[in-house]
């Protein structure tokens, strides 16, 4: 798991997943929120991915400059903001527009009949 992930698995779970994926999750709610478009989510996903890839290095002794390691923090991050965007938009649009959308899912919304 070391060599795929940079680092042992319990890092990963709890930096990763748990403190990055909390924080990604709270920026995908932020964009949201403000209605930014999804392509930022990529931007600041990356950002966070290289935060989390340090510190997995300087606090844990991990791999830096793992690339296979980059690439899953930064599919985990970026799913967990794009989950948090698409849920909060769905929210955002039946709330702000009662009249036109009812809600279909936790992650989709459809017009009223």
């Known amino acids: 798991m070391i060599a795929i992930l940079g680092d042992e698995l319990a890092v990963?779970?709890?930096?990763?997943c748990v403190i990055f994926?909390?924080?990604s999750f709270m920026m995908g709610q932020a964009l949201a929120r403000t209605w930014r478009p999804k392509w930022q989510i990529l931007v600041y996903g990356l950002g966070l991915?290289?935060?989390?890839?340090?510190l997995s290095y300087a606090l844990f002794d991990g791999e830096g400059l793992s690339i296979t390691g980059?690439?899953?923090d930064a599919l985990v991050i970026c799913a967990l903001a794009f989950l948090a965007?698409?849920?909060?938009?769905a929210y955002k649009m039946v709330a702000q527009?009662?009249?036109?959308?009812e809600r279909s899912g936790l992650m989709s919304?459809?017009?009223k009949r």
């Open 109 to 111: 919304w459809r017009e």
């Open 85 to 89: 965007y698409r849920m909060t938009q």
């Open 70 to 72: 980059f690439i899953i």
């Open 12 to 16: 990963f779970i709890g930096l990763t």
């Open 49 to 54: 991915a290289l935060v989390n890839r340090f």
């Open 21 to 23: 994926g909390g924080a």
């Open 97 to 101: 527009y009662p009249w036109l959308y």
